[in-house]
T-cell receptor, first 113, second 114 residues
Framework: AQSVTQLGSHVSVSEGALVLLRCNYS??????LFWYVQYPNQGLQLLLK??????LVKGINGFEAEFKKSETSFHLTKPSAHMSDAAEYFC???????????FGTGTRLTVIP | DVKVTQSSRYLVKRTGEKVFLECVQD?????MFWYRQDPGLGLRLIYF???????EKGDIPEGYSVSREKKERFSLILESASTNQTSMYLC?????????????FGDGTRLSIL
């Protein structure tokens, strides 16, 4: 069975500081992994996806994530936080041949001026 | 860009009413999904569909049904609304059968059942 764990339901960083949002997955087969962002009163927007090509994936808005099979992790990072990054972030996993996504419970990012 | 449109952003209904939430996508996607989102629980899959007139139960189908009469439209139905169905409802669509394609989301419907 697939599952996703996002450590930390709330993360606060100062503007300009490193953003690190953690995601660990559980999957019996090589997974596909996604990060989504949700701004207030909006739906989810795709940030980036891992589909078994390069392990370091670059996304929109300066975010990137690294797939580490040995650690079953797919953490999201951004070198320098911006006020506009304040949002909720969701990690999701799917498997080959299955269209369903399994979502983590989300991490709310606050950026302190 | 893919456009997923949910018919209402905010909806208020009464207990026992039959409620329809509509979702339309404009990219000829085969797959469509309905989720509910609650604080601390993330997104939970209610129903999904891989083709017209086809539906599959997700993780929490109780109290809900769906209809997909046309490829672009996927409707969620609350047969007899209850207060515990107050939530944010999100529709999504995707194409392909390999699992490597992202889902595209609508802006959500915030539903309140009084």
């Amino acid at each position: 069975a697939q599952s996703v764990t996002q450590l930390g339901s709330h993360v606060s960083v100062s503007e300009g500081a490193l953003v690190l949002l953690r995601c660990n997955y559980s999957s019996s087969v090589p997974p596909y992994l996604f990060w989504y962002v949700q701004y207030p009163n909006q739906g989810l927007q795709l940030l980036l996806k891992y589909t078994s090509a390069a392990t370091l994936v670059k996304g929109i808005n300066g975010f990137e994530a690294e797939f580490k099979k040995s650690e079953t992790s797919f953490h999201l990072t951004k070198p320098s936080a911006h006020m506009s990054d304040a949002a909720e972030y969701f990690c999701a996993v799917s498997e080959t041949g299955a269209n369903n996504l399994f979502f983590g419970t989300g991490t709310r990012l606050t950026v302190i001026p | 860009d893919v456009k997923v449109t949910q018919s209402s952003r905010y909806l208020v209904k009464r207990t026992g009413e039959k409620v329809f939430l509509e979702c339309v996508q404009d990219m000829d996607h085969e797959n469509m999904f309905w989720y509910r989102q609650d604080p601390g629980l993330g997104l939970r899959l209610i129903y999904f569909s891989y083709d017209v007139k086809m539906k599959e139960k997700g993780d929490i189908p109780e109290g809900y049904s769906v209809s997909r009469e046309k490829k672009e439209r996927f409707s969620l139905i609350l047969e007899s609304a209850s207060t515990n169905q107050t939530s944010m409802y999100l529709c999504a669509s995707s194409w392909g059968a390999e699992g490597n394609q992202p889902q595209h989301f609508g802006d959500g419907t915030r539903l309140s059942i009084l």
